[in-house]
């Protein structure tokens, strides 16, 4: 006699199987090539576009799918493709990589192991330890500012007796980089192959600085002294000559950085005057900061939380000048009492109106106090000549 029950066992179980190899059936079935990370990529559709490189916004249709055959994302859902700034951290890891393989019309499959996905991490209806499977279209690539390759991909490497590499990419016509002038550059930072961690390029806003003001990493301090206004060059730059092994932001300890940089400008600074105050009276505050009115200004008195515009000059008792808003020819905005500087300067501009000059001596305890700070030495009385230009009235 035939067991009912064991034939409905048995056509369950085959009816299950058929969903399950349905589900399966969904994930792709190409020959994959494996790179050294373990991504495995395969060439659906050629293109004939161009490739992109690290900076460039790549714009592009994907699909992504689970183990399962379940699809987790679908940018053709939302009716628009996917614009991304490549390294940048809108990527994992696998898709950075997979889409530098690509060129502009490329329809690749991806394999996305663990590692190079969200790894132990569950995302959504993404469970921990997840290979991911993507099918990526490449629309469009819209370029970055270039401001380190040429169509030349092999350039002469120096290495420096300080661990410093670089290589000029392009060169400049303009004068030479060196200590005491003003320079303008744009730059984009890496590190672990190709993730950006800063650029002011996509910041809009160039880096200035005064080269031996120590307001910059060593690595970069001394890169900029090899290079003449216009060159375009790249720097590795190891650990020791950047963050060393405490890191900073986005950057781990003891990591390498990578930098392309294009110096703009190279300039001669302005003379600094210190301001006259001849035999004029000074005055100290109760926390012992001392005060030389040299113009007194109008309207009302600082408040704290206001944004205030100001020149500044900063100098030690001997004279030597650390640093200096009118020597770079950009004022320095900052919001007043709120403790973001050192406490003598954030007293001092409560003390000051609109168009006030004042001269203050800001002993030790009100500066940095026991600590260096690049060419301040510890325990350092500082002198700030300061000129309030703006001040923006809080809403």
């Known amino acids: ?29 190409y020959s994959y090539i494996e790179t050294n990370s373990g991504l495995k990529y395969a060439e659906i559709k050629k293109g004939n576009g161009i490739s992109p490189r690290v900076g460039d916004i790549v714009v592009f249709h994907y699909t992504g799918k689970l183990d399962n055959g379940n699809i987790f994302e679908r940018s053709r859902d939302r009716n628009a493709p996917i614009s991304m700034r490549i390294g940048s951290n809108q990527f994992i890891d696998g898709l950075r990589e997979g889409i530098l393989l690509m060129r502009v019309g490329d329809h690749f499959s991806f394999v ?7 790894g132990n991490i569950a995302v959504g209806i993404i469970p ?25 991909e092999e350039f002469e ?37 190709n993730k950006i961690f800063d650029s002011s390029v996509e910041r809009g806003k160039q880096l200035e600085a005064k080269l031996g003001d120590k307001t910059l990493i060593p690595g970069l301090e001394e890169g900029f002294t090899y290079l003449h206004e216009g060159d375009k060059a790249r720097f590795w730059i190891p650990a020791s000559l950047a963050y060393g092994s405490e890191g900073r932001g986005l950057i781990p300890p003891n990591t390498d950085l990578v930098f392309d940089v294009e110096l703009k400008e190279v300039n001669q ?21 001392r005060y030389i009115i040299v113009e007194k200004g109008q309207g009302d008195y600082i408040q704290p939380g206001q944004i205030v515009k100001i020149h500044y000059s900063a100098f030690l008792k001997n004279g030597y000048m650390f640093d200096s808003s009118v020597e770079r020819n950009h004022p320095f905005t900052m919001v007043a009492g709120q403790g973001l500087f050192i406490p003598g300067l954030d007293e001092a501009v409560l003390l000051m109106k609109e ?13 940095f106090g026991k600590r260096s700070f690049g060419n301040i030495p510890s325990h350092s009385d500082l002198i700030f000549d300061i000129e309030i230009i703006d001040i923006f009235i809080n809403d």
């Open 355 to 367: 168009g006030a000059k004042y001269r203050f001596i800001i002993p030790s305890h009100l500066g």
């Open 128 to 152: 921990p330890n997840s290979t991911l499977y993507y099918e990526v279209e490449l629309i469009d690539v819209k370029r970055g500012v270039d401001i380190s390759k040429s169509k030349k």
């Open 269 to 289: 600074p302005p003379v600094v005057i210190p301001f006259f105050v001849g035999l004029k009276d000074t005055l100290e505050t109760g926390l012992g900061l």
């Open 157 to 193: 490497k120096i290495t420096t007796a300080s661990g410093l590499t670089y290589a000029i990419t392009h060169m400049g016509k303009g004068p030479k980089a060196f200590e005491g002038l003003l320079i303008k550059a744009d730059y984009i930072g890496f590190f672990d192959g």
């Open 112 to 118: 996305v192991p663990p590692h190079l996905g969200y």
């Open 1 to 29: 006699m035939v067991n009912v029950s064991n034939i409905n066992r048995v056509i369950i179980i085959g009816f299950l199987l058929f969903l399950l190899s349905c589900k399966t059936s969904k994930l792709p079935k």
